[in-house]
């Protein structure tokens, strides 16, 4: 059997604060933020089914950084050409954790799901845009002639 992991992220894991403190049930998550809205459950339906899984397979329950999400959606983006959403996002910071940690080998097999695309999620990846003088534009160079 595969060890399965839960990612949340630190906003909203309610999950990785029972799977902590080793209980069956995962309390109410109070003020519940993140921008992977996916991950926004701050209550779990069937809380112990997961965590009983989690723990019967030797896995864990992690919580990603909130801040590292737009820096993954990026970086898979340009070392993939794959658009992934926050929730992904945060099973990578998650992943690169467990590795860094010794608890996933470079020889593992490892499976992430991607639930969605980034261009669902704008709010995620705030673009930052030059303002552009129009006064400076030379409009006829840009445009070409104009057709009588």
Partial sequence: MPRLYACQAEGCAPIVRAFEKGERFAELFPDARTVASGLRVPVAVADFMMLDAIRASGGQAVAGSEAAIGQWMRRASAAEGISVCPETAVCLDVLEKLIAAGEVKPDDEVVVFNTGAATKYL????????????????????????AP
């Fill in 123 to 146: 709010e995620a990846l705030p673009v930052e845009l030059p303002l552009l003088d129009k006064e400076a534009v030379d409009w006829s160079a840009v445009s070409g002639p104009v």
